[in-house]
């Protein structure tokens, strides 16, 4: 009688096993040794079966010209968590400007955002936002919300036929040392540049930030053209504009690295 339990484990066990490794492996190759399985695995037990499985990317970009004589440096993280909860940061390291014969990073500036999205497969979110940045009395956090345009029902389909993807938040309430009120709208978006022919190798990314306070309504946008050159090698062209600086604007070229997770 216990002979025929533990068997009765270790056929249970090796199906789960084999199941799971189908179901990772899709992209590894297949040799000729390999037994070719007939039948269809038992599915796994639902206990022993994660919830939620975390993806992220990392990209790293380094642009060591910009016509403003400075250096670059970018760090940018994304994941899915659980819960409806997304994580999206990235950090600016840069030379002062006119220095760009020196590459010592002097300055930062970083904005780490933590997303909630609605249920029900609503295209809206809550979003969270805490701004870093070199110097006094420039740091704050931001609470809003957003709408992703390529995830609207009626527009899903023509967004993802030109592979196009477009987010914007409103951030109403921002907490920090300024005066008077302050407020942001904040757009992102990402497509390729004919997928199919260019084989996925040519896209165009950027954001707009829109500032609006007493001291007027500046604005931030950078737009990227990106080549891929090898795995995950790309060369990025940058059109740039702050203005909060004193040159406003500038082009940037560089290497862009990434790792999807």
Same mark, same amino acid.
């Given at each position: 009688?216990?002979?025929?339990?533990?068997?009765?484990?270790?056929?249970?066990?090796?199906?789960?096993v084999s199941f799971s490794h189908s179901a990772i492996a899709q992209d590894e190759p297949v040799f000729e040794s390999q037994p070719v399985i007939q039948e269809q695995p038992a599915a796994p037990d639902p206990e022993f079966t994660p919830k939620h499985q975390t993806h992220g990317l990392i990209d790293l970009n380094y642009y060591p010209y910009d016509?403003?004589?400075?250096?670059?440096?970018?760090?940018?993280?994304?994941?899915?968590?659980?819960?409806?909860?997304?994580?999206?940061?990235?950090?600016?390291?840069?030379?002062? #400007? @006119?220095?760009?014969? %020196?590459? +010592? *990073?002097?300055? $930062?500036?970083?904005?780490? /955002?933590?997303?909630?999205?609605?249920?029900?497969?609503?295209?809206?979110?809550?979003?969270?936002?805490?701004? #870093? @940045?070199?110097?006094? %009395?420039? +740091? *704050?956090?931001? $609470?809003?919300?957003?709408? /992703?345009?390529?995830?609207?029902?009626?527009?899903?389909?023509?967004?993802?036929?030109?592979?196009?993807?477009? #987010?914007?938040?409103?951030?109403?309430?921002?907490?920090?040392?300024?005066?008077?009120?302050?407020?942001?709208?904040?757009?992102?978006?990402?497509?390729?540049?004919?997928?199919?022919?260019?084989?996925?190798?040519?896209?165009?990314?950027?954001?707009?930030?829109?500032?609006?306070?007493?001291?007027?309504?500046?604005?931030?946008?950078?737009?990227?053209?990106?080549?891929?050159?090898?795995?995950?090698?790309?060369?990025?062209?940058?059109?740039?504009?702050?203005?909060?600086?004193?040159?406003?604007?500038?082009?940037?070229?560089?290497?862009?690295?990434?790792?999807?997770?």
């Amino acid at each position: 009688m216990m002979i025929k339990k533990i068997l009765s484990l270790t056929i249970t066990a090796l199906s789960i096993v084999s199941f799971s490794h189908s179901a990772i492996a899709q992209d590894e190759p297949v040799f000729e040794s390999q037994p070719v399985i007939q039948e269809q695995p038992a599915a796994p037990d639902p206990e022993f079966t994660p919830k939620h499985q975390t993806h992220g990317l990392i990209d790293l970009n380094y642009y060591p010209y910009d016509t403003r004589d400075y250096s670059v440096f970018t760090v940018n993280l994304a994941a899915s968590l659980p819960n409806r909860f997304s994580y999206f940061s990235f950090v600016n390291y840069t030379t002062a #400007i @006119g220095s760009n014969k %020196n590459q +010592d *990073l002097e300055d $930062f500036y970083t904005e780490q /955002n933590l997303t909630w999205n609605l249920p029900g497969k609503l295209p809206f979110d809550l979003i969270a936002q805490w701004v #870093i @940045g070199t110097g006094l %009395n420039n +740091d *704050l956090i931001r $609470f809003g919300a957003g709408v /992703n345009a390529s995830a609207i029902p009626f527009v899903s389909s023509l967004f993802k036929d030109f592979g196009i993807f477009y #987010i914007v938040h409103f951030f109403p309430m921002q907490v920090d040392s300024l005066s008077g009120y302050n407020c942001q709208i904040e757009h992102f978006y990402n497509f390729m540049i004919l997928p199919a022919t260019l084989r996925e190798r040519v896209y165009v990314y950027g954001f707009l930030d829109q500032n609006f306070g007493p001291g007027g309504h500046p604005t931030v946008h950078e737009h990227n053209l990106g080549i891929r050159l090898i795995e995950r090698f790309h060369s990025v062209a940058e059109y740039r504009h702050n203005a909060f600086l004193p040159k406003q604007d500038g082009f940037g070229f560089g290497l862009e690295y990434k790792i999807n997770l």
